[in-house]
T-cell receptor, first 111, second 115 residues
């Protein structure tokens, strides 16, 4: 099994630019999660989907963040416009039967 | 609200020795899962071990085992025969069974292995 696949692994962008992070969950998993990790706040759940439907986006910090899951094998997290405080590691994760598996993360640096 | 507490920000152990990482949690639920995740310097989150609350038997995965005390709401991780590759941040996490599949993480414990 390939595991959860995220891209890009690293992204450096200028403030104000649009950033799109991509995720391919493990095949057959029915839940998909986006987490963010920073030194100050630790691991935060941003949003999660069940069967491609967003269930809870209460963790999305503000309107600059949006996430979509157009099909069972693909999800995006978009930040527009990006700000330096968005710099973090963004994890995508998927689960089936309550065990959540994480991707390798996308390191985002906004300068 | 559910909370997870890891009271040891840092731990260190000699290679080949045994170390125990502590975790406590607060919940009013009776059915839930508990997890330990490992995060090495690469930052990848790796599932180490999983425990179902309804099971009395402690989970074991090779050198990793847990001591699950449901009444005390305690879930410690024991690493036997520590290896240099075990050096990482370790996160304890809780997930309620009813409703949404959402992990609640502790703050993490940084484990150093001394050669």
């Amino acid at each position: 099994d390939a595991g959860v696949i995220q891209s890009p692994r690293h992204e450096v962008t200028e403030m104000g630019q649009e950033v799109t992070l991509r995720c391919k969950p493990i095949s057959g998993h029915d839940y998909l999660f986006w987490y963010r990790q920073t030194m100050m706040r630790g691991l935060e759940l941003l949003i999660y989907f069940n069967n491609n439907v967003p269930i809870d986006d209460s963790g999305m910090p503000e309107d600059r963040f949006s996430a979509k899951m157009p099909n069972a094998s693909f999800s995006t997290l978009k930040i527009q416009p990006s700000e330096p405080r968005d710099s973090a590691v963004y994890f995508c994760a998927s689960s089936l039967s309550y065990t959540i598996y994480f991707g390798e993360g996308s390191w985002l640096t906004v300068v | 609200a559910q909370t997870v507490t890891q009271s040891q920000p840092e731990m260190s152990v000699q290679e080949a020795e045994t170390v125990t990482l502590s975790c406590t949690y607060d919940t009013s639920e009776s059915d839930y899962y508990l997890f330990w995740y490992k995060q090495p310097p690469s930052r990848q989150m790796i599932l180490v071990i999983r425990q179902e609350a309804y099971k009395q038997q402690n989970a074991t995965e090779n050198r990793f085992s847990v001591n699950f005390q449901k009444a005390a709401k305690s879930f410690s991780l024991k690493i036997s025969d520590s290896q240099l590759g075990d050096a990482a941040m370790y996160f304890c996490a809780y997930e309620v069974i009813q409703g949404a599949q959402k992990l609640v993480f502790g703050q993490g414990t940084r484990l150093t292995i001394n050669p």
